[in-house]
DNA sequence: TCTGGGGTCCTAGGACCC
DNA sequence: TCTGGGGTCCTAGGACCC
């Protein structure tokens, strides 16, 4: 989806089109700005001077999207807002409002799978979509479908997006880049020494800052380049398997399937502070903030059915450093009260003598809500028994 | 100059078991 | 007394993605 926060905001205020507007952050100073002009009303019209603007913000956020128009001035995702706001402080800035974004979300997946059903969720805003064996999937090399499913999808939600088709995930994806916004771009297998090779490496999706950094350093920049290498190289440099990953991708070969469902691994719940904490000094309003982050964590489980077994949590200190513990339960939770005891035994282990910028805790080894024996839930005979043991347990019970 | 929140996957070492 | 090979689980950190 093209711009999709951003877009999904000018849908409800279309006087901001074609204006620089970025969405950000979430913190109150926006929030609050906002709320007071609309007077608590979503819908009523808002004159655009009377927007916030990037320059009055305040606060620790990151741009998670910004309008075509604020790109101009250098603004993207995932930059500082204070550094956003020295760029372009006429931009105007609202907060990122979630149940819209999922509304618009589910609203435009159920429409891709209505045309095509075998549908990847890639998060809120992207799909990977197999047309292969989709009625008209073939013709022009899948661009008639393409088109199709960018008016379907406009004329369910106004919004629009950019389609790559390719052979294989890794290809459309790179593809989908070519031709933003509301484009459509096919690249073919012939099409890798043209299209593909003279990219820089950092546009293969799973080469981030540090790989790239690596093989910049390496006089290694354009794909191309990559491809030339020797996978052995390669692999000396960079381990077994990403070495001859990056050999193929390189050349264009990706074979993972898409995957149609998938079961969450880990459910979590963080905040960044609007100023760093002390674990002493500001104890009281620590513990606050991580009560409060079980509670959450709590809601969330057992809104989404989920029990865990492994609770962690994770500090960000002030030089932007990262610790987590995690501490495993002989028993499954859902319960807040629970899940603060597990996560404050973590906090025990983890040195306190910096000062925090973040708190979060995490919920793993999940299951099903419902689907634990109950042996499992409470028993305290087995409190200590591995799962993968439980059926020994069992055996021996007939012993008895 | 300052850097959110929610995720996934990988690696590597140690405990423990057979 | 000193010694194997294979497996799973747990933990901590890190890279990467949207």
Wanted: hydrophobic share 40%; charged share 25%.
């Amino acid at each position: 989806m093209d711009a999709f926060f951003a877009s999904v905001e000018l849908l409800r205020y279309p006087q901001l089109k074609g204006l620089p507007v970025v969405i950000g952050g979430g913190r109150r100073s926006v929030d609050e700005a906002l709320l007071a002009k609309e007077g608590g009303r979503a819908l009523r019209f808002i004159p655009v001077a009377d927007f916030p603007l990037l320059k009055d913000y305040v606060g620790r956020g990151v741009i998670t999207t910004a309008t075509y128009a604020a790109r101009q001035f250098g603004v993207g995702s995932a930059m500082g807002m204070m550094k956003a706001a020295r760029l372009c402080p006429q931009a105007i800035v609202l907060p990122v409002d979630f149940d819209e974004i999922r509304k618009y979300s589910r609203l435009f997946k159920s429409t891709v799978t209505e045309i095509a059903p075998l549908m990847q969720d890639r998060g809120v805003d992207e799909v990977y979509i197999d047309f292969t064996n989709v009625p008209g999937g073939q013709r022009e090399g899948g661009r008639v479908l393409a088109r199709l499913i960018q008016k379907g999808i406009f004329d369910k939600t106004g919004l629009t997006c950019s389609i790559g088709v390719a052979p294989n995930k890794l290809l459309a994806k790179m593809a989908s880049e070519f031709n933003k916004p509301n484009g459509i771009s096919i690249v073919q297998e012939s099409d890798l020494q043209t299209s593909i090779w003279p990219l820089n490496v950092r546009k293969i999706n799973g080469i981030g800052p540090k790989a790239g950094e690596k093989l910049a350093s390496l006089d290694i920049h354009t794909i191309g380049r990559l491809a030339e290498q020797d996978p052995q190289w390669l692999i000396a440099r960079f381990g077994k398997a990403t070495g001859a990953w990056m050999h193929e991708v390189a050349w264009g070969r990706d074979d993972s399937p898409l995957v149609l469902e998938s079961e969450p691994v880990s459910i979590s719940r963080e905040t960044t502070f609007d100023r760093d904490l002390h674990a002493v000094r500001d104890r009281q309003e620590l513990g606050q903030i991580f009560t409060g982050l079980c509670s959450k964590l709590a809601l969330d489980l057992q809104r989404k059915g989920y029990v865990a077994k492994t609770i962690g949590i994770k500090l960000r200190y002030d030089d932007f450093r990262i610790s987590t513990r995690d501490q495993t339960a002989p028993t499954y939770t859902a319960d807040a009260a629970t899940i603060r005891k597990l996560a404050g035994l973590c906090l025990k282990r983890v040195p306190l003598d910096k000062r925090l910028r973040l708190l979060g805790v995490r919920a793993s080894a999940l299951a099903k809500a419902g689907s634990i024996p109950v042996f499992e839930q409470n028993t305290s005979l087995v409190q200590s028994i591995r799962p993968q043991d439980a059926i020994n347990i069992i055996a021996t019970d007939q012993l008895f």
